[in-house]
């Protein structure tokens, strides 16, 4: 039994081939899964240790075997040992010295070039493999490459692109829903999606209905439907009224606790759409008409004046200053 004893060659090999599959197979979005999942680092770290228990196992191994051998047999086996191992040194330095291809300075007469420059002369040195390799390596690369990507049309960077565009597009939306939860009186908005009235319709039949009737008629609570606000209409005063409540000791709680921003903007804009629809029994008006200091402005006819035309005319006894030069013809 002879255990190889290239171990700093295999543990790593070993390693990064199991973590180079896991990356390969887990799907981690844009972080490599061994930062994404502290599992995959318990795995890797267990995938390490078991390479180097069953390394330490064959060495074991071979030391007990190594005992049962007679004593000519045990000198043969360190010799074999012995061989390989400067073997390996061997080929390490063989290998590097290969790829580095440079001529030793002995030898340098066989490649000498026979110009002079004042005494400096030039070596013809062949290109160092090391290169060479990687060269030809880039040839392939870009048969590869011309192969995958212009003759059977992979994806190009328009392609990319776009999905970049779509994922980050979605990433918005994603945002946008959280997002809506930080909505306040200041920021809030009247919403006109169906959807979202919907829900708002749902909120006030559960919360609201029995103080302020479904068709927000009014009872405990005020009519909601015609012009008049006790604490203010608009979008932003009425988001405001169902967030903090209505004054002190009237039954209005602020509903802040209970309802999430998104909740009160839906209820708040469901609210503003019962506005005219005069339901029957409504309560009396209460507060006052509010006016929308937003509201546009329309049908208010302007007179356009060009005022190129205008003509100033001054009246006055006093000769005019500027015409004085004029006056003492
Ligand atoms: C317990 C009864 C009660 C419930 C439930 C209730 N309200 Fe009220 N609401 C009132 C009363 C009472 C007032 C008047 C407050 C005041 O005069 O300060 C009021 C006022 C309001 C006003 C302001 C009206 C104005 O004229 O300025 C709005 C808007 C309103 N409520 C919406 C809601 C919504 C939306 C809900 C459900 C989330 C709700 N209310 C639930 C009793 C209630």
Not at 273 to 290: L, S
Request: aromatic residues 10%; glycine residues 8%.
């Amino acid at each position: 039994m002879k255990h190889n004893r290239l171990w700093w060659l295999r543990i790593p090999v070993l390693f990064f081939a199991v973590l180079g599959l896991m990356e390969l197979f887990i799907d981690s979005g844009n972080l490599p899964a061994i930062i994404a999942y502290p599992m995959a680092q318990v795995f890797m770290l267990f995938v390490l240790l078991l390479l180097i228990a069953i390394e330490g196992i064959l060495a074991a191994i071979e030391n007990v075997m190594f005992h049962t051998l007679d004593d000519a047999a045990k000198e043969r086996y360190l010799a074999s040992k012995q061989k390989q191992t400067t073997w390996e040194w061997k080929w390490a330095k063989n290998t590097y010295k290969k790829l580095l291809g440079s001529k030793p300075v002995e030898a340098e007469g066989e490649i000498i070039l026979d110009h002079n420059y004042d005494g400096i002369r030039e070596l013809d040195n062949k290109l160092p493999p090391w290169w060479v390799y990687l060269f030809y390596a880039t040839i392939i690369f870009a048969f590869v490459y011309m192969f995958r990507f212009h003759v059977f049309g992979g994806y190009d960077q328009e392609l990319e692109y776009e999905r970049e565009i779509a994922a980050a597009q979605a990433e918005i939306e994603e945002y946008k829903k959280t997002a809506k939860d930080l909505i306040d009186a200041n920021t809030v908005e009247l919403l006109t999606d169906a959807s979202d009235l919907k829900a708002g319709e749902t909120i006030f039949a559960g919360n609201c209905a029995v103080c302020h009737k479904i068709d927000g008629g009014g009872s405990i609570g005020p009519n909601l439907t015609d012009d008049y606000w006790i604490l203010g209409g608009g979008i932003k005063n009425v988001f405001n009224t169902i967030a903090e409540g209505g004054r002190a000791g009237k039954g209005m709680v602020a509903w802040k606790s209970n309802l999430k921003p998104s909740e009160m903007a839906q209820v708040a804009s469901y609210v503003m759409n019962m506005h005219g629809t005069n339901p029957a029994d409504a309560k009396e008006p209460e507060g006052e008409i509010w006016m929308d200091p937003n509201a546009p402005v329309d049908n208010v006819d302007v007179e356009q004046i060009d005022s190129t035309e205008i003509e100033v005319i001054i009246e006055t006894d006093k000769p005019n200053p500027l015409e004085a030069g004029e006056s003492t013809e």
